[in-house]
T-cell receptor, first 116, second 113 residues
Framework: DGGITQSPKYLFRKEGQNVTLSCEQN?????MYWYRQDPGQGLRLIYY???????QKGDIAEGYSVSREKKESFPLTVTSAQKNPTAFYLC???????????????FGEGSRLTVL | AQSVTQLDSQVPVFEEAPVELRCNYS??????LFWYVQYPNQGLQLLLK??????LVESINGFEAEFNKSQTSFHLRKPSVHISDTAEYFC???????????FGTGTRLQVFP
């Protein structure tokens, strides 16, 4: 089945450590996104990528980094510079970032990161 | 700048009762509108969308939403809810000229037996 796979589902990290969240899609979508979800705040965009080897900062990019070396993969690294990293992280993809397609996102099941 | 407001953070309702989840948006240009649903510990799924044409749009599981341009609203309704409808619902908007999807803060629908 086509879809988006995120791993790990749950992750614990000590303060000061970097951690990388995996996101893989087999939908052949050009665009991929990372969102952060906190209770009562909805979804906030961290980074997005329209095409391989290119990505742009979203609204809350500080303390995060990404890469897009392959069309199907868009890993997110939460660095030690991120002051409040405990959250639920969602990866998504869409056919493109243009027009109506930009609103039709397919989401993974999320990764819950807890910093101890 | 565009924005989305979901006034109700939580909506408790009994099974088989009707429900309305409110969504208002702010934009000076034309918009596309979406409702997403998130079941516990899962990602979001697209529930329905308004792109153009008929202002009333429906989902496969009995939800409907009506685009009201004069009131800048896109409320989600269901005439009779099930326990399985318990989830968080997010309204989202994208304008014709930005391609940036903005999400509301979500409404948690809790259906009781």
């Amino acid at each position: 089945d086509g879809g988006i796979t995120q791993s790990p589902k749950y992750l614990f990290r000590k303060e000061g450590q970097n951690v990388t969240l995996s996101c893989e899609q087999n939908l052949n979508h050009d665009a991929m996104y990372w969102y952060r979800q906190d209770p009562g705040q909805g979804l906030r965009l961290i980074y997005y990528s329209q095409i391989v080897n290119d990505f742009q900062k979203g609204d809350i990019a500080e303390g995060y980094s990404v890469s897009r070396e392959k069309k199907e993969s868009f890993p997110l690294t939460v660095t030690s510079a991120q002051k409040n990293p405990t959250a639920f992280y969602l990866c998504a993809s869409s056919m493109s970032t243009a027009g109506t397609r930009a609103g039709e996102l397919f989401f993974g099941e999320g990764s819950r990161l807890t910093v101890l | 700048a565009q924005s989305v407001t979901q006034l109700d953070s939580q909506v408790p309702v009994f099974e088989e009762a009707p429900v309305e989840l409110r969504c208002n948006y702010s934009s000076s240009v034309s918009v596309y509108l979406f409702w997403y649903v998130q079941y516990p510990n899962q990602g979001l799924q697209l529930l329905l969308k308004y792109l153009s044409g008929s202002t009333l749009v429906e989902s496969i599981n009995g939800f409907e939403a009506e685009f009201n341009k004069s009131q800048t609203s896109f409320h989600l309704r269901k005439p009779s809810v099930h326990i399985s409808d318990t989830a968080e619902y997010f309204c989202a908007v994208i304008t014709y000229n930005t391609d940036k999807l903005i999400f509301g803060t979500g409404t948690r629908l809790q259906v009781f037996p």
